[in-house]
């Protein structure tokens, strides 16, 4: 039995012969300063790249923002312009429009009085055309009238005379 236990010593898995130990630190040096040299300054070239770009995009998106808040500042500057420009111009518009209408008004004014002042001519002007040709009926009227009453008097005399003188 004592052999089946230095048997059972010197074949326990756990223990690694010193063989082992050598190669598997050889080969772990050789993987090692391969990785070192080779592997770990790709890496190390592929990080550095990586945090410049995103270094760089975020430098960018900062300059973007800055940028967007200018313009934005800017908008926002011109849009209150616009609406102090268009509040000036409805004003001028309500100026103009009420001196247009006093203006109008002024006009429908003089020509109301120019119209009443012509109808007040023609008026004038009829009457006394209508005077006129009244005094000129009447006169007329007037001497037809006493005509009649001096033909009719001297009629009335002839008759008289006549009666006279007959008598």
């Known amino acids: ?6 048997a059972a010593e010197e074949l326990n898995p756990l223990i690694p012969h010193t063989a ?12 090692y300063m391969v990785l070192r040299r080779a592997v770990v300054p790709r ?7 990586r945090t410049d770009a995103i270094q760089g995009g975020m430098e960018r998106a900062e300059k973007a923002q800055i940028e ?17 420009e268009a509040a000036s111009i409805r004003e001028e518009a309500r ?26 001519a023609a008026i004038e002007s009829e ?7 009244l005094r000129n009926e009447v006169g007329t009227l007037a001497t037809q009238l006493a005509s009649k009453i001096v033909g009719e008097h001297s ?4 008759v008289s005379q006549e009666l006279w003188i007959v008598s």
């Open 43 to 49: 890496f190390e070239k592929a990080f550095a790249e």
């Open 155 to 158: 009629m009335t005399r002839s």
């Open 68 to 84: 967007a808040e200018a313009a934005l500042k800017q908008y926002k500057a011109q849009l209150q312009d616009a609406r102090g």
């Open 95 to 120: 100026a103009q429009g009420a001196a247009i209408i006093e203006e109008m008004r002024v006009k429908a004014q003089e020509e109301a009085t120019r119209i009443a002042a012509s109808a007040q």
């Open 1 to 6: 039995m004592r052999s089946i236990e230095l």
């Open 20 to 31: 082992e130990i050598i190669v598997g630190f050889i080969a772990f040096s050789l993987l």
């Open 127 to 133: 009457r006394q055309a209508a005077l006129t040709s």
